[in-house]
């Protein structure tokens, strides 16, 4: 019924349509009937034949006014009549429009140019409207009626072919009992044995069938399991009196495990104690002999007693390495080894620990290659002290089992982590060897550690390390033919960092001038030295007896640096290998491992853009923060606290040579007695650890007198553990300097805290 009322509807829209256009049609065909006259009765002015015609016009059944207009505008005749009234109205209004007006000018054939005026018909539209709602009406009434007798049709077809054969079926499958499904099967009905209906029946069937076998299946199954059910009860009883037994048993297990836990506990508390207060009580005389021996040398000039004393000092400073380590080493594994992320400079960092070492490696004449992609990021993110600490054990170890060739520390970016390798032409390592190496207290094999001496702790720490910064250290190596370290480190960049490269410092006349290289492909600093120039984008050529520019020129004796081919260009700068080429005549000396500045500066006065003066260096060359020196920090008035004697006189010595006044207390109780008589004091000194009164106490008592709130405290203690730092700041001290006494740190923390001048 519905598609018959679609149908309808779409019937009675073209009819609508049709309708319309048979009224134009109809209207201008009156027109064009009346237009002949029309025109001779207006060129002959005849007004008797005008009204006859517009009489006869409104004889039409829709036309309600008819006019002849004269050229002038005037009408000549006119006739009308009004619009019939009906309650259908609105709806021809809606859909045809109320009225509507045609016009046709007149002319007649012999003056065609002549305008003899102009025809006027209005006629009403409900004339067509209601024949085309007549219409409307019976079609859309005889097509329900249509629509309806067909669908009482189909009704009656659809029941006796498939609603009441689907009926029965239903009717069948709803006798079916649950408890016994598989014994129902289900008629076919009559004549619909090879349709739809036929087909369903049969698949139901099928499944009824399915269903029988598998409950057999099931029943059997249950019989069998009827059969397990006895035995496994008694199974269960067995095992429940099993497990209760091992239950009893874990449970004196659990205590067991409970004391040694507790004893563990114990144990890993006592063992921390045992590291604090050995730390304490080592580095306590440790500082002593350090700081005693480094103010020995300061004055010693006799050649053979310096000599003596050195060696005495490198011998507490390898005792105090060794110490350290063991102390990193014992924070890592419990877990309170803290990390920085602060900005640093990568660059400057790798070729501080290069320079650090190029002295041990020209001891044993091995290059020291510093190659670090010249594209590296300025700053980065990260713990530079442990990094460091990394670098400096992993270069120490290479140079110390490599005899000759080199030892090479590459540095690039990839994929947000910095990548270090440290290469070097050494021992190497079997493969055994590689298995026990980041093992504490080993080394690759017990003649490694005859030859070369050695704790095996480096590499313990280093891995260590490494792990608790999220990085990843990776070691390949073959026996005598060198090792090959790879750290990945996940250092970001920072973005606030400083964005000026150096490449807008260089000096335009270097990049006009140019550098000629006389250095081989294979020379082991070739390759870095190239790469530098080249991103700060200073022409690099082949060195040729007409070249015009900078020479750079290897010098490996004093025979290289003295008899040098003459040149004729900018300049000559001598690449010193190991830093013991003698100074030639009118030329600079670069010495390897490469510095960026120092390349910077040496090429500079090379080129005579500067002059190399005494005590300059490539510092005075970068920007302002290089060029600046540190201002010599003023007097001040030090109160130092401090029990043991020779640490008093070693921290006396040092603040007095740094040009401060020194007031020594032996413990708090006689600190707190020297402030109360005279508190003129710009910095106090503590120690930690004293008789009578410790270092936290006398803090915590000088914090309760307002007048002593803002002095500053610098904690000084040998205990080096994980929260001694907090313990110093929670008492009310101000910083923490550990020992034994070193000046650089000294000053550095004065300088921290030395109080504005007013």
């Known amino acids: 019924m519905v598609l018959g009322l679609i149908l309808n509807v779409i019937q009675v829209t073209l009819d609508y349509f049709s309708a319309r256009e048979s009224m134009e049609q109809e209207i201008t065909a009156l027109i064009d009937i009346s237009h002949s006259p029309a025109s001779q009765i207006a060129y002959n002015i005849d007004i008797r034949l005008a009204e006859e015609l517009l009489d006869g016009l409104l004889r039409h059944p829709a036309a309600i006014d008819a006019r002849i207009i004269d050229s002038n505008g005037q009408t000549m005749a006119a006739a009308s009549q009004s619009s019939p ?72 077809i659809f029941y006796f072919i498939l609603t009441r054969p689907m009926l029965n079926v239903i009717n069948a499958l709803s006798r079916v009992k649950a408890e016994t499904p598989e014994k129902a099967r289900l008629p076919v009905p009559p004549n619909h044995r090879e349709d739809e209906i036929g087909v369903m029946v049969g698949i139901i069937n099928r499944h009824l069938e399915t269903i029988d076998r598998t409950l057999a299946q099931l029943r059997d199954a249950e019989a069998v399991m009827k059969n397990y059910s006895g035995k496994l009860e008694r199974e269960v009883d067995d095992r429940t009196r099993e497990i209760s037994e091992k239950n009893d048993a874990l449970q004196r297990g659990n205590k067991a495990l409970v004391r040694a836990k507790e004893d563990a506990v114990r144990r890993a508390r006592a063992r921390a104690n045992f590291l604090a207060s050995m730390s304490h009580e080592i580095r306590t005389p440790l500082n002593g002999v350090l700081g005693m021996l480094s103010l020995s040398l300061e004055n010693e000039t006799h050649p053979e007693q310096r000599n003596r004393m050195e060696i005495a000092l490198n011998a507490g400073q390898s005792l105090l390495g060794l110490l350290n380590d063991i102390l990193d080493i014992s924070k890592v594994e419990a877990g309170k080894l803290s990390l920085e992320t602060i900005p640093f400079s990568l660059r400057n960092l790798v070729e501080e620990c290069a320079t650090l070492h190029a002295q041990q490696a020209r001891r044993k004449q091995i290059d020291i290659i510093a190659d670090i992609d010249s594209r590296l990021p300025e700053t980065f993110l990260g713990d530079p002290t442990r990094t460091r600490q990394v670098l400096n054990n992993l270069l120490s170890n290479a140079i110390k089992f490599t005899d000759h060739g080199s030892v090479r520390v590459a540095v690039t970016r990839i994929k947000g982590n910095v990548r270090f390798d440290i290469v070097d032409t050494g021992i190497g390592m079997s493969k055994e060897g590689l298995h026990r190496i980041f093992s504490p207290f080993s080394q690759a094999d017990a003649d490694t550690t005859r030859l070369y001496g050695g704790t095996g702790l480096g590499l313990t720490l280093c891995r260590q390390l490494v792990e608790r910064m999220h990085g990843q250290i990776m070691v390949d190596s073959e026996k005598n033919r060198g090792t090959h370290f790879t750290v990945n480190l996940p250092l970001p960049v920072e973005e606030d960092g400083p964005k000026e490269l150096m490449e807008t410092r260089i000096p335009e006349e270097l990049k006009q001038v140019g550098v000629d290289l006389a250095l081989a492909d294979d020379h082991p600093h070739a390759g870095p030295i190239r790469s530098q120039l080249e991103t700060w984008g200073i022409p690099c050529r082949a060195a040729s007896a007409g070249g015009k520019g900078i020479l750079l020129a290897p010098a490996d004796d004093a025979d290289d640096a003295h008899n040098l081919m003459p040149w004729s260009g900018a300049g000559v700068l001598i690449i010193d290998r190991f830093g013991d080429t003698p100074r030639a005549d009118g030329h600079a000396r670069l010495s390897m491992p490469l510095v960026r500045d120092q390349l910077l500066y040496s090429l500079s006065v090379a080129a005579g853009l500067r002059s190399e003066g005494i005590g300059e260096s490539a510092e005075s060359y970068d920007t302002d923060t290089q060029r600046a020196e540190s201002a010599p920090t003023r007097s001040m008035r030090f109160l130092l606290v401090e029990d043991n004697h020779v640490n008093q006189l070693v921290a006396s010595s040092m603040l007095k040579k740094l040009g401060h006044e020194v007031v020594v207390a032996d413990q708090g109780q006689q600190a707190l007695d ?85």
């Not at 209005?122 to 004339?127: A, F, G, K, L, R």
């Not at 007549?134 to 005889?142: C, D, K, M, N, V």
Request: hydrophobic share 40%; proline share 4%; with cysteine.
């Open 85 to 156: 009234e009906s309650g259908y109205r609105w709806i021809s209004d809606m859909l045809f429009g109320s009225s509507r007006s045609f016009r046709e000018e007149l002319k007649v054939p012999q003056l065609s140019d002549l305008s003899l005026g102009h025809l006027t018909i209005t006629i009403d539209t409900y004339h067509y409207g209601l024949l085309f709602l007549e219409r409307a009406g019976y079609t859309l009434i005889s097509g329900l009626l249509k629509s309806l007798v067909l669908t009482l049709a189909l009704l009656a």
């Open 674 to 758: 020297i402030l109360a008589a005279d508190d003129h004091f710009d910095i106090i000194l503590m120690d930690c650890q004293m008789p009578v009164l410790d270092g936290y106490e006398t803090t915590q008592l000088i914090r309760k007198n307002p007048d002593w709130k803002t002095l500053p405290i610098i904690a000084v203690t040998a205990n080096v553990m994980q929260g001694d730092r907090d313990d110093c700041l929670a008492s009310g001290m101000d910083d923490y300097i550990t020992k034994p006494y070193n000046r650089a740190d000294l000053k550095a923390v004065i300088e921290r805290w030395a109080p504005t001048e007013s």
